[in-house]
């Protein structure tokens, strides 16, 4: 595992100029890239990341090997299924309208596709934590039987014999040996890259913009009865709770890890960045529309041992509130990262 001692120096100070949708097209894969443009990003007033690529300095090169890694069907068992299959740009990388991932020979996971974005500040992966470092995660997807189902060893040979990668590696990383470590650190570039601070909200809280008064009602509103979870500006704690979904649990959730007691049916708070995008929602893909969500949190909590005590007995609100946190809830959409030309599937006519 990776020390993940920050470098401070390393900080560079996030501009607010989304680059020029300047890209050249080198057909099969868009090799072009704005000067300048892959630099760690930390916008302005956000923590200091996680993660901040110590022992796998951010390139031009090495992210320009992750995007065609990240879309590249050929880390499946069958070579039908990319990364960008369950993770779709449009849908900021979520899997829009499955409730439940569906991998490989149209087999069903158990839980829902999160949105990639702003990973660098994850303290863990998955709903229920399970993985620790940006650099190790891909082996999950890849390796499960209902995913990608492929072996490393078998991604790592087909990588190596495909010879429109040798110069990939040698730009990025100075060697045509591949490996699943360089894989790996190649595809925490791309996915590292995938930063989301353009929303409305941003714009607004940088003063470049105001909002409706229902948008700043629901903004008032969501601080005092949703923020302790969903803190700004992530919009996570990075917590595992529990919501009220369920009052016997099929999916236990962070004790699928931890084997606590007092962590059963606890799940990692989710960001509600781009929460407009990545319907549907909760870790099993319940409900399919926010009204939905907000109607749970108004009338459907359902009591249980690990139960959060904010949402006991449910969160008071009106319609009108309702609509107001729901027209909140829509400025922290980004369509600046949904748009951005440098996450395109390079594969992509
Ligand atoms: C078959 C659909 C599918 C494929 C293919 C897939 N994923 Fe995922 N991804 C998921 C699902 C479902 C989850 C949530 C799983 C869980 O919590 O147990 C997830 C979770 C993640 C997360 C964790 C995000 C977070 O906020 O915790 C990352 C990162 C990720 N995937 C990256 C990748 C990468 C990289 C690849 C390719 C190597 C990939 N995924 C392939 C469906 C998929
Ligand atoms: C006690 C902490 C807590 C509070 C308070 C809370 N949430 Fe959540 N929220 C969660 C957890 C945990 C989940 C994920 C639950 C799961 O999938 O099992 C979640 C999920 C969501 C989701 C679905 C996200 C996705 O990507 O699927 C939305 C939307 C949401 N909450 C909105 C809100 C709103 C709006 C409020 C205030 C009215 C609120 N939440 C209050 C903890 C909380």
Not at 122 to 147: A, K, R, Y
Not at 275 to 302: E, Q
């Amino acid at each position: 595992m990776l020390i993940k001692n920050a470098i401070k120096y390393l900080v560079v100070a996030a501009t607010f100029i989304v680059a020029a949708s300047a890209c050249e097209v080198d057909p099969p894969i868009k090799k072009e890239l704005p000067a300048n443009d892959i630099r760690m990003i930390i916008p302005e007033g956000w923590p200091y990341p996680e993660y901040d690529f110590t022992g796998n300095t951010l390139t031009k090169e090495g992210f320009i090997l992750g995007r065609k890694l990240f879309y590249d069907p050929q880390l499946s068992r069958d070579n039908s299924i990319s990364c960008g299959s369950c993770h779709q740009q449009f849908a900021a990388f979520s899997h829009l309208d499955h409730n439940v991932s569906h991998g490989i020979d149209n087999l069903l996971g158990v839980r829902n596709a999160p949105g990639l974005f702003n990973l660098n500040w994850n303290t863990s992966f998955m709903w229920d934590g399970g993985i620790n470092h940006i650099e190790v995660q891909p082996i999950g997807p890849i390796t499960n039987p209902v995913e990608m189902d492929e072996s490393i060893a078998n991604m790592v040979t087909k990588i190596q014999n495909d010879a429109s990668y040798t110069s990939l590696f040698n730009d990025a990383f100075g060697t045509e040996t591949v490996t699943s470590q360089l894989i790996f650190k190649a595809i925490a570039q791309f996915q590292g890259m995938l930063v989301s601070y353009n929303s409305k909200y941003d714009l607004y809280s940088r003063g470049q913009t105001s909002l409706t008064s229902s948008e700043q009602n629901g903004l008032n509103l969501f601080m005092a009865k949703c923020n302790t979870c969903h803190t700004a500006p992530l919009f996570t704690n990075y917590e595992f709770m529990n919501n009220g979904l369920d009052t016997i649990f099929t999916d236990a959730g962070r004790a699928t890890i931890t084997s606590l007691a007092s962590d059963s049916g606890t799940f990692k708070v989710p960001t509600l960045r781009n929460i407009a995008l990545t319907r549907p929602y909760m870790h099993d893909g319940r409900f399919t529309s926010l009204d939905a969500v907000l109607n749970h949190y108004v009338s459907g909590v359902k009591n249980s041992s690990t139960l959060s005590s904010q949402v006991a007995g449910g969160i008071q609100l009106t319609t009108t509130e309702k609509a107001d946190i729901i027209a909140f809830l829509k400025t922290l959409t980004d369509n600046t990262f949904k748009n951005d030309e440098r996450f395109n599937d390079p594969f992509a006519p």
